[in-house]
């Protein structure tokens, strides 16, 4: 069983950064991709970033390209998201999720474990 659990989130003023980690078990991290998506109140689930297995690809949503980084540790298990200049628009719960697919998607439906997800949220 593959378990993810993030971390980092928190209270932010606009223009502030954060960093979230997501850790996960259970499978060989090293193989798939990884990707962090967020929701908002009353909104749908939404892509922002993802990663492949090896750290060679990125893809960002446009909504957080230049501010967001994506990065990971084979090692450490671990995938981040440097949330840098963030606004109020970026208040969201944000969750990870493993790929066991090839390839670098945006598509929530072809993710097959998720975290439980930790709350952002960016104060004006």
């Known amino acids: 069983q593959v378990q993810l659990v993030e971390s980092g989130g928190g209270l932010v003023q606009a223009g502030g950064s954060l960093r979230l980690s997501c850790a996960v078990s259970?499978?060989?991290?090293?193989?798939?991709?990884m990707g962090w998506f967020r929701q908002a109140p009353g909104k749908e689930r939404e892509f922002v970033a993802a990663?492949?297995?090896?750290?060679?690809?990125?893809d960002y949503a446009d909504s957080v390209k230049g501010r967001f980084t994506i990065s990971r540790d084979n090692a450490k298990n671990t995938v981040y998201l440097q949330m840098n200049s963030l606004k109020p628009e970026d208040t969201a719960v944000y969750y990870c999720?493993?790929?066991?697919?090839?390839?670098?998607?945006?598509?929530?439906?072809?993710?097959?474990?998720w975290g439980q997800g930790t709350q952002v949220t960016v104060s004006s």
């Open positions: 990663i492949n297995y090896r750290g060679g690809i990125t």
């Open positions: 999720a493993v790929d066991i697919g090839l390839g670098v998607v945006r598509d929530l439906s072809k993710y097959n474990y």
């Open positions: 259970g499978r060989t991290f090293s193989a798939y991709t």
